[in-house]
């Protein structure tokens, strides 16, 4: 049986979401039909991408207009939630970009909604499909064991420009790239902290966070310490998951550019360490962009909830509004566990 392709709009053309509305182009799966952004030039580029995509100045606008599935939402960080809504009220599916909201309460109207009006809502938390794929396969292998301690730090060079540099747009490293350090902590450790401490400088000018240092404990005294800063010379990351039985590392520069060192007491071929750098075809978009689609596109079809769902989202900016609250306290923040409320 042949399955339609999805009709799928794309909500906000800047750089991601140009990049989004590639991986649609490049999929089996899904089909852009329509793209909205109050800039001309930037939803004109989507346009372009493919034949009959229709061209709207806002969410609204494209939901009253145009015929479609699903949306992928690639706004401003202070309208991502606010956009999710109005997509997932008129019945679509979403996946939102990370960080889904600018905090737990606004992710938490996000989740709630889509829950109730039986929609999939997907968090493009897109590391996960990239980079950090090889780092799963290891994991799932048995590499290190028990996961006791994970190390990570994330940085870009000055955020200084546009509404990545303003606080009341949800500017700054942490919201920006530091979430995909908390997702995949979580991701590893399979629960939430049970407590978070952490110091923040913030920059004097915009008021953003300039370099977060927060640690996050975990149950059975596990442990994840993170760094996040708009200070470096370049982007980079690095991500590092020790357990009982090795260890591995993924460190990188870009997106398609990186390398794992591993040791495992566990598999025969990396009893010692051994640095792995993966062959990569093609661009992010490739690599990264379009295994993401397609998962999306597979639980909407399958009925499923999406491998990254709002619940997973709303617990990142749980953490993160955690280690705000420490900063400002100067004390340890204890969290209590939480299920999926709906």
């Not at 053309?13 to 930037?42: F, I, K, M, N």
């Not at 401490?197 to 920059?203: C, D, G, L």
């Not at 149950?219 to 010379?233: G, N, Y």
């Not at 993160?320 to 420490?326: K, L, N, R, T, W």
Request: aromatic share 6%; hydrophobic share 45%; glycine share 8%.
């Amino acid at each position: 049986m042949t399955i339609e392709p999805l009709r799928t709009a794309v909500v906000g053309c800047g750089g991601h979401g140009t990049a989004l509305a590639r991986a649609v182009v490049r999929s089996d799966q899904l089909q852009l039909v329509a793209c909205a952004d109050p800039d001309e030039v930037a939803r004109r580029t989507v346009a372009v991408l493919a034949d009959g995509v229709s061209s709207h100045k806002s969410v609204v606008e494209l939901l009253g207009a145009a015929d479609v599935d699903a949306v992928l939402i690639a706004t401003t960080h202070e309208a991502l939630a606010p956009t999710a809504l109005a997509a997932i009220r008129a019945g679509k599916h979403v996946m939102i970009e990370k960080p889904m909201a600018l905090n737990e309460e606004e992710a938490k109207e996000v989740e709630f909604a889509a829950a109730s009006a039986d929609v999939t809502c997907m968090v493009g938390y897109s590391f996960r499909y990239g980079m950090a794929r090889y780092v799963s396969q290891l994991l799932a292998q048995g590499a290190v064991g028990d996961p006791r301690v994970i190390t990570g730090a994330i940085g870009t060079p000055a955020m200084d420009d546009g509404w990545v540099a303003q606080a009341s747009s949800g500017g700054g490293p942490m919201l920006y790239v530091g979430c995909h350090l908390i997702d995949l902590a979580l991701w590893v450790m399979g629960e939430e902290p049970s407590e978070v401490t952490a110091r923040v400088h913030y920059a004097a000018d915009t008021e953003v966070d300039e370099t977060s240092a927060a640690t996050l404990g975990f149950s059975d005294r596990r442990l994840a310490q993170l760094v996040v800063t708009q200070k470096a010379s370049g982007f980079f990351y690095e991500f590092r998951i020790i357990g009982s039985s090795g260890f591995i590392g993924l460190r990188g520069r870009n997106f398609v550019q990186f390398e794992i060192e591993v040791q495992s007491d566990v598999l025969e071929a990396y009893r010692e360490p051994t640095i792995i750098r993966p062959s990569m075809r093609g661009d992010n978009v490739t690599m990264m962009l379009v295994p993401e689609l397609a998962e999306f596109a597979s639980a909407i079809v399958d009925q499923r909830p999406a491998a990254i769902t709002a619940t997973d989202g709303r617990r990142a900016l749980r953490v993160i509004d955690a280690v705000g609250q420490s900063a400002r306290s100067l004390r340890p923040v204890a969290l209590a566990p939480t299920l999926t409320a709906y």
